[in-house]
């Protein structure tokens, strides 16, 4: 993503009006986040729902290979993979070479892949088809999200959900009430000012105005966070989990690498934090250009990153509670533009992965001979994908949340 | 009235330097209001930045490009977007008539609209001008309800009677003129049928009228029923009663508090001198619920840049690239850059602006301020002084004092909890 970085997509988005956040989020620290936990009751709190979020768009046709598809071949020769080096999931379809760990949790049945989802009628602004993702209002732009809405429906409190970005996504504001934003970005401080300064800088006074207050708050967050992503860090170092690469320039300032947002999740559920859904990211998959290598170094990150998670995660009774569900605002053109990339498209694939997931094939993929306008078709509403989260996950009526949405709930994560 | 000149001065412009302070000291609270809101003197400091000539915008003989064309013509537009950035910021900074280009800061985020969207540096500094030169409220919203980069934004081109959007009716009643819980989805709908059938044209600069995709039949609308189209809309919303208060609100909430409610006296008193602005926010600072709410605003990102600059001496114009660059993603990670409100609703306020990211971004543009200011000698005293801080508390008070350099010194107060809240 060049030019629209991920941070102006945050930034972008429709919070507005009379939303929740007119009234101000709610910036918290990872600390005071961990302070809420008790490891006593970690796991019997309900189910836990990670949102991945993957910025820019993307390229589903070469993440998920229809390989035995001839018009696959054909229509993308600059970019199509040799059935050889596709790893096979079924007959029809395979998953990038550089997705080997979602291989092995495909193997273990722990992964769901929901084939050819979108909405009708696709936007293809990034902005917008983020919007109506997050929003879950295909038709009408709205400022609330639909965890947002969820929050303000369980009358919950903000750490209930939790954003390890810079700015609170729209997923996460609702009318009333609105998730927490942890910041999670490595320390920096400009020559000549150390943390002892800033550490300072940020004791409280007695009797100063409530905002002024909360500046110097912020300062102390600021250390409290520095010092537990860098703890986080150094413990996934001694696990030999580390060594993932920075996250290419999305222009994001003070995001961090995807490894890092879930070794933070981890750490939060195994504290047995009360926060139901955490909403984290990775951008970058705007490839207009050269895409193979670029892409391929991203899904090389995802992997990784969802694989030692949802390993750590079935090592204890809360992970097991977890349920991880990634997505992108869209796919790509089916057919390569002149730069060796793709043009933004529509349907894509969602993955669902965890303990509870009943891996395999759900939805349906999309055929590439019945295209609109050089677009795949979406056979499956994404609404109906979040309102099963909702449903399975979050125990919520996903009517309730989503209008528009539909009948029954999908299967991938069995209720019980 | 209250007798805080300074806070006078911090709300209404981007923040005072040390010798507007003095000067307005002795003037008095009442002088120096209707100096900053009737300045009889002319703006010398603005004519130092003079508004960027764009030229036509790069898509506008266009109609079909080529992927390089393309390519080509959204460069330029990105060094445009920035070109205006700058332009407003250093102006900002360097305008005598502080409380008018503030004000104008301020309607831009009421209209708030993104170039993220617009793509057209043209039709944004289009806006901008619109804004600035109208004559008052009335003006302004008959303006903007054809103004090409917000009719853009809200989807405007896409509504016809064929196929109605309302995007755009239903903002002008809930974000810019009325405010949620005015008006029913009904009236939603039938606004965006009055405003159906208008174009946007790049070349021109220009919205224009097509009347075959114009709605002409009756409508509804708050109980007036014919067929109205987007001036008797537009009037229409004006002569609610909701409309002068709804606006008294919104500047309330940017020039006062945040957190607390306006008091229905003050409101009513703002509402009475409607559609002014200028004697809306005379009525404003003349209250005495204005002065009560000292120490409760805090700074929006764009305030306390253009403010330090202002305090420091520097100015935007002649930076070098690579620190204007610095600058300007310094702004845009704390949340807020001209010309890119995060969405139609405008910038956050308040308690928002204070997250422990925006905590180390402000150091470190601090720290980019500080080394460009170039101080050689400095105690906590003087730099209280400077930045027009009424004093420090103990806490800042001993970090100041235990610094040497005057650099860091600078970061440190700019920093400071004292120096984020006026």
């Known amino acids: ?416 | 009235m209250t007798d805080d000149v300074a806070l006078l001065l911090a709300r209404a412009g981007f923040g005072p330097t040390a010798a507007e302070l003095a000067v307005a000291r002795k003037t008095g609270y009442a002088g120096t209001l209707s100096a900053l809101l009737d300045p009889s003197l002319p703006d010398i400091g603005a004519t130092s930045a003079p508004e960027p000539r764009l030229g036509m915008d790069p898509f506008a003989d266009l109609p079909t490009p080529t992927n390089q064309q393309r390519i080509e013509a959204n460069g330029i537009r990105d060094r445009q977007i920035e070109e205006i950035t700058r332009w407003w910021l250093d102006r900002m900074t360097v305008t005598d008539h502080q409380a008018l280009e503030k004000l104008v800061f301020f309607w831009h985020g009421h209209w708030a609209t993104s170039v993220d969207k617009v793509r057209s540096p043209q039709l944004m500094l289009l806006q901008h001008r619109t804004m600035r030169g109208a004559r008052d409220f009335v003006d302004m919203c008959h303006k903007m309800a054809v103004d090409p980069a917000l009719v853009y934004w809200l989807d405007g081109q896409l509504n016809t009677k064929a196929s109605p959007n309302e995007n755009l009716g239903r903002e002008l009643m809930e974000l810019f003129m009325l405010g949620i819980g005015n008006y029913t989805e009904k009236d939603v709908k039938e606004a965006g049928r009055a405003l159906t059938g208008w174009r946007v044209s790049l070349g021109s600069e220009a919205c224009f009228f097509q009347p075959e995709q114009h709605d002409s039949g009756s409508k509804t609308i708050l109980g007036v029923t014919g067929a109205l189209d987007t001036a008797r809309l537009v009037d229409l919303l004006l002569r609610r009663k909701e409309c002068p208060r709804f606006v008294a609100a919104r500047m309330w909430r940017r020039y006062a508090s945040s957190s607390q409610p306006i008091p229905e006296p003050t409101r009513e008193a703002m509402a009475e001198v409607f559609p002014a602005p200028r004697a809306m926010l005379r009525v404003l600072f003349e209250d005495e619920a204005f002065g009560a709410t000292a120490g409760s605003l805090v700074k929006q990102p764009v305030e306390w840049l253009v403010g330090g600059m202002r305090q420091l001496g520097l100015r935007l114009g002649g930076l070098p690239a690579e620190t204007l660059t610095t600058i300007l993603k310094g702004l845009r990670d704390l949340g807020q850059l001209p010309f890119v409100p995060p969405s139609v609703g405008g910038w956050t306020a308040g308690g928002s602006w204070l997250t422990s990211a925006a905590a180390q971004v402000r150091l470190a543009l601090a720290g980019t301020l500080a080394t460009l200011a170039a101080v050689e000698k400095l105690t906590p005293d003087e730099v209280a002084y400077i930045l027009c801080v009424e004093g420090w508390t103990d806490r800042t008070y001993a970090v100041l004092r235990g610094v040497k350099d005057p650099r860091h010194l600078l970061i440190l107060a700019m920093a400071s909890p004292e120096y984020l809240v006026t």
């Open chain 1, 1 to 416: 993503m060049d030019a629209l970085t991920r941070r102006r997509f945050l930034l972008a988005s429709g919070v507005a009006g009379a939303g929740a956040l007119m009234a101000g989020t709610t910036a918290i620290g990872i600390a005071e986040l961990l302070r809420k936990g008790d490891r006593a009751v970690a796991g019997s709190q309900g189910q836990v729902l990670v949102l991945v979020t993957l910025y820019g768009g993307n390229d589903g046709l070469n993440t998920v290979i229809p390989y035995a598809d001839p018009a696959y071949h054909s229509l993308r020769p600059e970019l199509a993979y040799p059935q050889e080096k596709v790893l096979h999931l079924d007959d029809a379809l395979g998953l990038n070479p550089k997705l080997p760990g979602l291989k092995r949790l495909w193997d273990e049945k722990r992964l769901a892949i929901v084939s050819g989802v979108g909405y009708p009628r696709p936007d293809l602004s990034h902005f917008r088809s983020m919007d109506i993702w997050q929003t879950a209002s295909p038709l009408t732009p709205i400022h609330t999200g639909w965890v947002g809405r969820w929050l303000d429906g369980t009358r919950a409190s903000p750490e209930m959900a939790v954003s390890f970005e810079p700015v609170l996504p729209v997923l996460l504001a609702g009318e009333t009430r609105a998730g927490a934003c942890v910041s999670i970005g490595g320390l920096t401080l400009p020559e000549g000012i150390d943390a002892k300064m800033v550490a300072e800088l940020g004791r409280p006074q007695p009797g100063e105005p409530a905002m002024q207050a909360q500046a110097a708050t912020s300062y102390t967050d600021l250390l409290q966070v520095e010092r537990l992503v860098r703890e986080v860090e150094h413990a996934d170092d001694a696990d030999d989990k580390g060594g993932e690469p920075a996250v290419p320039a999305t222009g994001t300032g003070g995001a961090s690498a995807l490894s890092t947002q879930l070794s933070l999740v981890a750490r939060c559920v195994e504290a047995g934090v009360p926060t139901r859904v955490y909403s984290v990211s990775l951008g970058g998959f705007d490839t207009h250009a050269a895409e193979i290598a670029g892409h391929e170094m991203l899904l090389g990150q995802l992997d990784a990153a969802l694989t030692s998670f949802v390993d750590r995660m079935g090592q204890t009774e809360a992970g097991r509670q977890v349920t991880v569900l990634v997505y992108s605002e869209f796919g790509r053109r089916v057919v390569a533009n002149a730069s060796q990339g793709t043009d933004h498209g529509t349907a894509g694939p969602v993955f669902v992965l965890g303990h509870r997931v009943a891996g395999g094939f759900y939805g349906e993929q999309p055929s590439l001979a019945d295209l609109d306008n050089g677009d795949l078709k979406s056979n499956v509403d994404f609404r109906q994908v979040f309102g099963t989260v909702l449903d399975s996950v979050l125990q919520a009526d996903p009517a309730k949340y989503i209008d528009g949405y539909q009948g029954e709930p999908m299967r991938f994560v069995p209720v019980g």
